[in-house]
């Protein structure tokens, strides 16, 4: 096994790859160390110059497309002992990969993720981590600690950084969500999960890296919103996190209808089809909420209903056995604005009936003076989230 493996994950960046990689070479003692290069993309030239002039390890994998699926790779792959993954638009500063060598020799068996200070494009200015706040739909705002700007000095703690440059032992490797697709979502998720295991993230101030960002002819990958907000939801619910703060920093970019259909889609897993289906409710999608409005799930036709305010009312105010008439007057108190309450309570009654959420004692008649005896709840349906909504209709199924 080599003591190192400097690996990156690549899609359609032959340039990148091939000055990265030729730096590494002409510029830092790569003795006893493995070049990996994944391709996300199948970039013949690449492969042709890893494989031939670099004499570097290439490997194909576009069944997954995005940043985590061939960075995790990178990890899964490498034949070091340690592991450095990098993006394929990345330079060193001399020194650096021997500073990560003698950090790895120096603590056998440690399990940290070792990091190092951004250098901006002027060679001076330095970001040494990122402060975990919501920023342009990404999570993390670049910060400098003065402890960094020693390249000599010692290795500190970091909320977390941005992830051009990250470093760990190959089995300390804690792995990404193999759920997640496209771009964001990874920088603060596998730092929560190094701590989880026990581990530290740590800023080593000679482990600099600068970090390509100019794309002049455009970025060739899907850079979308929607990627975003679905990884970061993914990742929060996987470790728990309150959901809250990711959905309230997407509702400007995205529409409501959007927003709910991602998270059904991101957050509806085999945890959450087990909670249903044992008369729980699913916590996470608990937390969506907006506008008193209600999506109900049913788990045998696994088909999710959003109701209006109105109908939500109508939904929560009928836990057990109740006359349409006190219904009726519960919504008027509620509603006085709305004139056409008794029609509305009888339509979403017979609505609710049709879709099995309650259970007609005597079957109400058009009028509005009409009282039915009464309506009670069916129990196959559970609570899923909240979301605005202006009428009642079907969502698409969750997947």
């Not at 290069?37 to 494989?51: I, L, Q, S």
């Not at 792959?77 to 500063?93: P, Q």
């Not at 790895?104 to 990091?115: A, K, N, S, T, W």
């Not at 995205?254 to 916590?283: C, F, M, Q, R, Y």
Request: with cysteine.
């Amino acid at each position: 096994m080599a003591e190192l493996t400097i690996g990156m994950a690549t899609y359609d960046d032959f340039e990148g790859v091939y000055f990265t990689l030729q730096a590494l070479r002409l510029y830092h003692d790569l003795r006893d160390t493995e070049l990996l290069v994944v391709d996300n993309f199948g970039c013949e030239a690449t492969r042709t110059f890893v494989e031939g002039w670099a004499g570097a390890r290439y490997l194909l994998a576009t069944d997954a497309v995005g940043t985590a699926a061939p960075r995790d790779r990178v990890f899964r792959e490498a034949r070091g002992e340690a592991v450095l993954c990098c993006d394929s638009h990345v330079l060193f500063a001399p020194g650096a990969i021997a500073a990560l060598r003698a950090y790895y020799r120096e603590r056998p068996g440690c399990i940290d993720l070792v990091q190092g200070p951004m250098l901006y494009d002027d060679l001076r200015s330095i970001s040494t981590h990122l402060e975990p706040v919501w920023r342009e739909h990404f999570w993390g705002t670049w910060a400098t600690d003065p402890r960094g700007e020693d390249p000599a000095g010692e290795a500190f703690a970091i909320p977390m950084q941005g992830l051009g440059v990250f470093s760990c032992r190959k089995d300390a490797w804690p792995g990404f969500n193999p759920r997640f697709r496209g771009f964001g979502g990874e920088e603060g998720y596998i730092h929560e999960k190094v701590r989880r295991a026990g581990g530290r993230c740590l800023c080593l101030p000679a482990l600099r890296w600068m970090h390509r960002f100019g794309r002049p002819r455009g970025v060739p990958y899907a850079l979308t919103i929607d990627d975003k907000l679905r990884n970061y939801l993914i990742g929060h619910a996987e470790l728990r996190l309150d959901i809250a703060p990711v959905l309230q920093h997407f509702a400007g970019a995205l529409s409501s209808e959007t927003i709910v259909a991602i998270a059904l889609d991101a957050l509806w897993d085999e945890t959450l089809d087990h909670l249903v289906n044992a008369g729980e409710h699913p916590k996470a999608l608990e937390k969506l909420l907006a506008d008193g409005s209600l999506i109900l799930f049913h788990p045998g036709t696994r088909e999710f209903i959003t109701l209006n305010p109105l109908a939500a009312f109508l939904w929560e105010s009928s836990t057990e056995q109740i006359t349409v008439d006190a219904l009726v007057s519960e919504v008027r108190a509620l509603f006085p604005e709305q004139e056409t309450v008794e029609h509305d309570v009888l339509d979403l009654v017979r609505v609710f009936a049709v879709h099995g959420l309650i259970t007609l004692v005597g079957e109400p008649d058009s009028g509005p003076e009409t009282t039915a005896p009464s309506v009670s709840l069916t129990s196959i349906f559970r609570r899923a989230c909240l979301t605005p909504s202006k009428d009642l209709r079907t969502l698409p199924q969750a997947r």
